[in-house]
């Protein structure tokens, strides 16, 4: 409400600054998010790279199962064919633990931006 004491722009100056105070930490709440997921990505990424590595080390076991069991019937292929297995299996658990964790990360970015957009806006149409 106006009063004598205070003037309509000294209101549009005091909103327009609590409105800029509160963009500024949305913008900081962001960068700590940010900061506090990086950690979990690391992870996260680390355990894609390990599946990805065991992946490869199973298609070269899997080759050289077939090399071996082309070469000559004996158990020295089935030997490698349960390498091929092992390294499959951990190719599988490796990759799908560092995709479940980039998952667990996406929903606090997309609540923070969603917030940060929608401050946004209101900022600009109460500005006009």
């Given at each position: 409400?106006?009063?004598?004491?205070?003037?309509?722009?000294?209101?549009?100056?005091?909103?327009?600054?609590?409105?800029?105070?509160?963009?500024?930490?949305?913008?900081?709440?962001?960068?700590?998010?940010?900061?506090?997921?990086?950690?979990?990505?690391?992870?996260?990424?680390?355990?894609?790279?390990?599946?990805?590595?065991?992946?490869?080390?199973?298609?070269?076991?899997?080759?050289?199962?077939?090399?071996?069991?082309?070469?000559?019937?004996?158990?020295?292929?089935?030997?490698?064919?349960?390498?091929?297995?092992?390294?499959?299996?951990?190719?599988?658990?490796?990759?799908?633990?560092?995709?479940?964790?980039?998952?667990?990360?996406?929903?606090?970015?997309?609540?923070?931006?969603?917030?940060?957009?929608?401050?946004?806006?209101w900022f600009k149409q109460y500005t006009k």
């Amino acid at each position: 409400m106006l009063t004598p004491d205070r003037s309509f722009a000294t209101l549009l100056r005091e909103v327009v600054g609590s409105l800029q105070s509160i963009l500024a930490a949305e913008a900081r709440l962001v960068r700590a998010e940010a900061l506090a997921a990086a950690p979990r990505l690391k992870e996260s990424i680390l355990f894609l790279a390990c599946g990805a590595l065991a992946g490869v080390f199973t298609v070269f076991f899997l080759l050289l199962s077939l090399l071996f069991a082309l070469a000559q019937v004996l158990p020295l292929w089935a030997a490698a064919l349960l390498t091929a297995a092992v390294s499959a299996t951990a190719a599988a658990v490796t990759f799908n633990s560092g995709l479940r964790g980039l998952k667990l990360l996406q929903p606090a970015f997309q609540r923070t931006a969603v917030s940060l957009k929608d401050n946004w806006e209101w900022f600009k149409q109460y500005t006009k």
